[in-house]
């Protein structure tokens, strides 16, 4: 359909972004870029993908992540910074221009933002208290020496007549657990215990650097992004360098890609490697949507997209050599095999493992400090996008109340996901941490996208996205992505979100098993979000008038059709 002017402005209430205060604009492109890449790229790339890697079937499992990235992730994410760029509007107002009826998606993507806000902060505060104690002549966790080491403690480490237990602990592991954590005074979630005023101290710190990185828009946060988001990749080639010319790593670069074909027939390898690229690109949080939203109209984000979601990829496989030259390394010490180091996973992996092993290196204290500097950078620019989503979402849809009170907002905001994560800074906050991560972001998120994917491809049209991307870009996307859209893409995520369902594997963190009654609070937190999605279409049908014919039409046509003549010179008539 030909391109033509836009009409006047429509009768109504004004529209985000315009009138009064027109909408931020990236400053550089590079800006844009490193904004989602130090999104997409984030302390999951370097603990959960080499241990996915290694677990099904090391080399062998690069196929199906591949699979899953060309037909599943890329295609999503290419989506997601199309839409975000072309309305340019959040997560929550975006729906009236799509299908107004699917409004509760972007409800219930503020909610997960939070609910993701209140444990991945205190992660980067527990790399932060790591980092303030690596200013030392003699790492703390170098040895059991230490007030709060117990008789199982054992550093094998230059010693030829170690004994290694299934009750020994290492130095590094202690001082986590007992130091930083002091989870010994947590009887489980029954009785978390009091606050850690230290990491309580880290993460009063943590939120401060957020607040100030994005009080001002994109203006600002665009600007720290130079740091953050370039800062994990040097340090990661400092670790790759020292890491292979350690004595052992390349037993660990075997065992992470020696391929074992046999996994490719089990389930469960797919359904990891769906999940891992979904997870890691990070389609549906609403951050690609925010952060494409400060985009100019005719930015190529087809090429961002497939840059971007590549970049994040090669990291991921980068970070397992990082991660397996060490654990090749620490097998050497202990004189095991690299399968009995390699067991920990998720936090454990950055928190035990990695820095035992940098407490035995020559020049420990060094690396131990540039190690947890890449942490807290990878963390924060995570948090960056994440709380951008739900700044963006909610100021676009309430743009009369919020319009030029960014800064008090975002304070409220910060404030408010400070308070939900004390929780998380008890004694035994971990155990919350680690509820929080299964059940505040799993299922639930997935279940968004899938119906994000559906409510765009089936209910706007394939055919008026296609020809929302070609008045940006000037040509229509092609047939591989339309197939991907409509069928691929949604098919994957259901399988997904249904083997996740099927498949519950008992939750267990440092030998505590958690109670049934946690499980059941856990489900109720994943639904508390999703909820808002059903709760969203009655409440439309509802209160739409007419029959219910008419109020089905009028709940899954597009409100807004056309663009604002304040926001872009040319836009697109109605595709109908």
Same mark, same amino acid.
């Given at each position: 359909m030909a391109e033509q002017p836009c009409p006047g402005p429509t009768a109504g209430p004004a529209s985000p972004g315009t009138q009064s205060h027109p909408r931020d604009k990236w400053s550089k492109k590079m800006d844009f870029l490193l904004s989602v890449i130090g999104f997409a790229v984030d302390l999951g790339?370097?603990?959960r993908f080499p241990y996915i890697c290694y677990q099904n079937g090391g080399g062998a499992f690069l196929i199906p992540y591949t699979l899953m990235a060309v037909f599943g992730g890329v295609p999503l994410f290419y989506m997601e910074l199309a839409l975000g760029q072309f309305h340019r509007t959040g997560a929550i107002p975006i729906w009236k221009r799509i299908c107004p009826i699917f409004k509760g998606i972007g409800f219930a993507i503020c909610i997960i933002g939070l609910y993701v806000s209140f444990y991945y902060n205190t992660i980067i505060a527990w790399a932060l208290y790591y980092f303030y104690s690596s200013f030392s002549g003699t790492l703390p966790w170098a040895s059991c020496d230490n007030p709060?080491?117990?008789?199982?403690c054992t550093n094998y480490f230059g010693r030829s007549n170690v004994t290694w237990t299934n009750f020994s602990r290492s130095p590094a592991e202690e001082f986590y657990t007992r130091k930083v954590l002091e989870i010994q005074k947590s009887g489980g979630l029954y009785d978390v215990g009091g606050i850690r005023w230290q990491l309580l101290l880290c993460l009063f710190l943590i939120f401060t650097i957020v607040y100030f990185s994005l009080w001002k828009g994109v203006k600002t946060s665009g600007k720290v992004v130079?740091?953050?988001a370039t800062l994990p990749y040097v340090v990661l080639l400092v670790l790759l360098v020292r890491g292979? *010319?350690? !004595?052992? +790593?390349?037993?660990?670069?075997?065992f992470y890609l020696r391929p074992d074909w046999g996994k490719l027939l089990s389930t469960s390898v797919w359904v990891d490697a769906a999940a891992q690229i979904f997870f890691s690109l990070g389609p549906g949080f609403g951050v690609l949507l925010a952060l494409a939203s400060y985009n100019h109209f005719h930015n190529n984000c087809y090429r961002d997209a497939l840059v971007t979601s590549a970049v994040n990829c090669l990291t991921s496989f980068l970070s397992g050599f990082v991660i397996f030259t060490v654990l090749g390394y620490m097998a050497e010490m202990r004189d095991v095999e690299v399968e009995d180091v390699a067991r920990d996973k998720g936090p454990s992996l950055l928190f035990? *493992?990695? !820095?035992? +092993?940098?407490?035995?290196?020559v020049g420990s204290t060094f690396f131990a400090i540039?190690?947890?500097?890449?942490?807290?950078?990878l963390g924060l620019d995570s948090t960056f996008g994440g709380l951008e989503a739900v700044i963006t979402a909610v100021m676009d849809e309430y743009?009369?109340?919020?319009?030029?009170?960014?800064?008090?907002?975002?304070?409220?905001?910060?404030?408010?996901?400070?308070l939900g994560s004390l929780s998380t800074l008890t004694y035994g906050g971990a155990y919350v941490v680690k509820l929080l991560e299964e059940f505040g972001a799993g299922c639930s998120i997935l279940a968004v996208v899938l119906l994000e994917t559906i409510a765009v491809s089936w209910f706007y049209g394939i055919q008026r996205f296609s020809h929302d991307v070609k008045a940006m870009l000037g040509f229509t996307p092609g047939m591989f992505w339309k197939v991907c859209w409509v069928a691929v893409s949604p098919a994957l995520l259901a399988f997904i979100v249904i083997s996740s369902l099927l498949d519950q594997p008992p939750l267990m963190l440092f030998d505590y098993q958690y109670p049934e009654w946690s499980i059941s609070v856990g489900y109720l937190i994943g639904a508390s979000s999703f909820i808002c999605i059903p709760f969203y279409m009655v409440y439309k049908l509802v209160w739409t008038p007419g029959s219910l014919k008419q109020r089905l039409a009028v709940c899954i046509r597009p409100e807004k059709t056309t663009r604002e003549p304040q926001a872009e010179a040319v836009c697109?008539?109605?595709?109908l």
């Open positions: 790339n370097v603990w709060w080491n117990t008789p199982d130079w740091v953050t292979a *010319t350690l !004595p052992g +790593a390349w037993r660990g670069v075997v035990i *493992t990695y !820095p035992e +092993a940098i407490a035995n290196m540039i190690f947890f500097l890449m942490m807290i950078t743009p009369q109340v919020l319009a030029g009170r960014r800064e008090l907002f975002v304070l409220g905001l910060i404030t408010v996901c400070f697109m008539s109605p595709v």
